[in-house]
Nanobody, 120 residues
Framework: QVQLVESGGGLVQPGGSLRLSCAAS????????MAWYRQAPGKQRELVAA???????NYLDSVKGRFTISRDNAKRTVFLQMNSVKPEDTAVYYC??????????????WGQGTQVTVSS
């Protein structure tokens, strides 16, 4: 069974930085796209950033120039470096991965979520 475990969330002041990590484990044959989503109270979940297995990236317009997504394929880990954070970045951040699991096939997986709160 594939698991995604996030870490790195917390309370940060406006203008500060935070780095989220998400490690995948289990009977994994391959990992394709990896991504970070977020969901603020009363709002729909939205895609923040995504990275392909070859390194291609795309970002939500409001985080371009402030957030950077990266991955370490050997460690099956995706990162989200968050700089110059704003109060509107406050949300639960979820890791997502498109995984080919041995004997199961290709499926979408989600982490449990990590809270990011931007406040002074």
């Amino acid at each position: 069974q594939v698991q995604l475990v996030e870490s790195g969330g917390g309370l940060v002041q406006p203008g500060g930085s935070l780095r989220l990590s998400c490690a995948a484990s289990g009977n994994i044959f391959a990992i394709y796209d990896m991504a970070w989503y977020r969901q603020a109270p009363g709002k729909q979940r939205e895609l923040v950033a995504a990275i392909g297995s070859g390194g291609s990236v795309n970002y939500l317009d409001s985080v371009k120039g402030r957030f950077t997504i990266s991955r370490d394929n050997a460690k099956r880990t995706v990162f989200l470096q968050m700089n110059s954070v704003k109060p509107e970045d406050t949300a639960v951040y979820y890791c997502n991965a498109d995984v080919f699991e041995s004997r199961v096939g290709r499926r979408d997986h989600w982490g449990q979520g990590t809270q990011v709160t931007v406040s002074s």
